[in-house]
């Protein structure tokens, strides 16, 4: 069984910047990657950045490209979004993934295991 467990979710004005963790509790896989989706209202879910599970790859989608970075910690079974320069239109609850086939994929099905969600919210 795996649990994701998500933290540092919180009101943030705009310009300013938020951190954060997902915990991967459980068994652990050879290869896998790591994502954060995020969900707007009356938008459909989409993934953010992922990361490979020995940090060699990345994924960023356009619009949070130069301002999410996306690290993992594998001693600590941790990944963590650092989010720069946030936007009003970043507002939404965000939501860690692991994809356990390494898929490489972008898309919701492809991910295996998710965590509760985390909201954030950025004031203009």
């Known amino acids: 069984q795996v649990q994701l467990v998500e933290s540092g979710g919180g009101l943030v004005q705009a310009g300013g910047s938020l951190r954060l963790s997902c915990a991967v509790i459980?068994?652990?896989?050879?290869?896998?990657?790591m994502g954060w989706f995020r969900q707007a209202p009356g938008k459909e879910r989409e993934l953010v950045a992922a990361i490979s599970w020995n940090g060699g790859s990345t994924y960023y989608a356009d619009s949070v490209k130069g301002r999410f970075t996306i690290s993992g910690d594998n001693a600590k079974n941790t990944v963590t979004l650092q989010m720069n320069s946030l936007k009003p239109e970043d507002t939404a609850v965000y939501y860690c993934?692991?994809?356990?086939?390494?898929?490489?994929?972008?898309?919701?099905?492809?991910?295996?295991?998710w965590g509760q969600g985390t909201q954030v919210t950025v004031s203009s």
């Open positions: 993934a692991l994809d356990r086939w390494y898929s490489g994929s972008t898309k919701l099905r492809d991910y295996d295991y």
């Open positions: 459980g068994r652990t896989f050879s290869r896998y990657a």
